[in-house]
């Protein structure tokens, strides 16, 4: 059984076919400097791939269509940009009126240097270790921010003054869709407001 193949160029006024069969190939074309490709398998996986002159990202993970709607979801191994709290590490900890946070790379299980921690209000900075001390509140919620990018995290025992945050930092070679909806209409598909996928192939269209 052939995959389903959909390749996506940034163009516009290319003849089209329609599809339906699971065992035939989708294909899309745009053309603007940057090549897009999805295939979609009868085993409701899907690949994504896109490419520029500077960059390149893709995803893997599984799709489904209902009500002239494509809906994909990456697996959770292409999820990046998030954070969690560990209590309780077992190293020496500040006093307990303060935290003490430890910052690592969940990936490669180093310090974080740099990062910013929003509190209260108040931002601290993490040094060489990836260690930042502070005196306690009582909100439960840290933003991090490193290189531009954020996430949040909950402090799971606010009575613990020593505590390992594991971060997983942002990879912009990497898409993650949670359910992410792209609209079907005809020889098209409709991405938010401005982009537009046109098939071509000898097959006919998605529903």
Sequence with gaps: MRYLIILLFCSCGISQKKIVDSDKEYIYKRTNGSDH???????STFEYIARGHMWGAQSKGYWKIKNNEL????????????????????????????FLFYVKDAINNLPVPYLNMKYEGSIYVTDLEGRVEFKKGTASKLVLSFLGDECSCTIKNIDSSCQNIMIVLQDRSKFYYNNEIWRIKGKKIIIGKDMELRLEGKTKHLK
């Design 71 to 98: 809906s994909l979801t990456s697996l959770d191994s292409y999820r990046t940009n998030y954070c969690w709290v560990v209590d309780s590490i077992g190293k020496p900890c500040a006093l307990s009126e303060s």
């Design 37 to 43: 490709k999805l295939t979609l398998r009868p085993d």
